[in-house]
């Protein structure tokens, strides 16, 4: 799940949250908008290492905040470009290891985790789910840094280090659900304005999932809206429909930043390619996902 903004920040859902019972909670990226916003409309400057801390502590101190997390769901996260400190930031951001160390502070991240010694925040959990006694199987939940590393010029948003990773992990097992988590959205390539993956880091990603016949959902943030996408022919090369699920945004939508027009620009920056637009919901939301069946690939319910 994603962002919050100041002024947003107090209807953050957090009792109806809070109500679910999670588990665990996973930020999507922006946590909070570290950076200041300029008299330019929706264009930011990073504000320095102190008030980038404050506004993330902002974010975890914040009641309705508070309420979400009461009962102890764990926390695990990604950035995205507004907690990561550089809007459509990447591998030149010349703070990315001071914030590093900061977003891992902010969601409590173990002083001894790797995520810590490692150039990036990518990690891979496996989840135990016993959906009935005799039955059990392994959930992977891999959470890809899609900014540390991000080179615009050459097209590749993960980095060679983090590549050579991912398909190294998904090889140790083949078994179970992976749920592959990305700060931007992976599939709809054909977007404008919206910070995306590339063709050519898709194109890549889909070959190491065909290649290691895996079964994967995609998870994503950033876009001020809720939808589901489907990637077009993904049957075809992988054996199955390729599913993305967006959350966004906690705080606030698209439609808070243009109340009069904002449905109808919705509908001109998100072509019909991938879904529907009964397949979006623009007011603020938060996506619980949880495990029903038994038989892939309806393994998942949202």
């Known amino acids: 799940q994603m962002c919050i903004r ?6 953050v859902h957090g009792q ?10 996973i930020w999507l990226g922006d946590a909070a908008y570290v950076e200041n916003m300029t008299i330019f409309y929706y264009t930011f400057v990073f504000p320095g290492l102190d008030l980038a801390r404050d506004r993330l502590q902002q974010t975890k101190d914040d009641p309705d905040y508070q309420t979400m997390v009461k009962g102890g769901p764990h926390i695990l996260g990604i950035w995205d470009n507004h907690d990561y400190g550089q809007d459509f930031g990447g591998k030149d951001f010349p703070f990315k290891t001071e914030m590093q ?3 891992l502070d902010f ?3 173990p002083i ?12 891979h959990y496996i989840i135990n789910v016993t959906p009935k006694p005799d039955v059990s199987f392994n959930v992977h939940l891999i959470l890809l840094d899609v900014r540390f590393h991000r080179d615009s010029i050459q097209n590749d948003i993960l980095g060679q280090e983090q590549w050579e990773w991912l398909q190294a992990e998904i090889s140790k097992d083949k078994q179970g659900l992976y749920l592959i988590a990305s700060g931007s959205q992976i599939i709809s390539i054909d977007r404008i304005i919206h910070d995306i993956w590339d063709e050519n880091s898709l194109n890549r990603l889909l070959n190491i999932l065909a290649s290691e016949n895996v079964y994967a959902v995609l998870l994503s943030g950033d876009v001020h809206l ?10 075809n090369y992988l054996g199955y429909e390729l599913i993305e699920f967006t959350s966004s945004g906690l705080g606030h939508t698209s439609i808070d930043h243009f109340p009069f027009v904002g449905e109808e620009l919705d509908k001109i920056l998100f072509p019909s390619t991938y879904n529907k ?6 007011k603020r939301n938060f996506g619980p996902v949880s495990y029903t069946h038994l038989t892939l690939p309806t393994i998942y319910s949202v």
């Open 6 to 11: 100041d002024r947003y920040q107090r209807r």
């Open 112 to 123: 001894d985790s790797p995520r810590r010694k490692r150039k990036g925040i990518y990690e």
């Open 226 to 235: 809720g939808e589901f996408m489907s990637l077009p022919c993904s049957e």
């Open 277 to 282: 637009d009964e397949d979006r919901f623009r």
């Open 16 to 25: 109806a949250i809070h109500e679910k019972r999670p588990d665990m909670w």
């Open 101 to 103: 160390s900061i977003f």
């Open 107 to 109: 969601i409590d991240e």
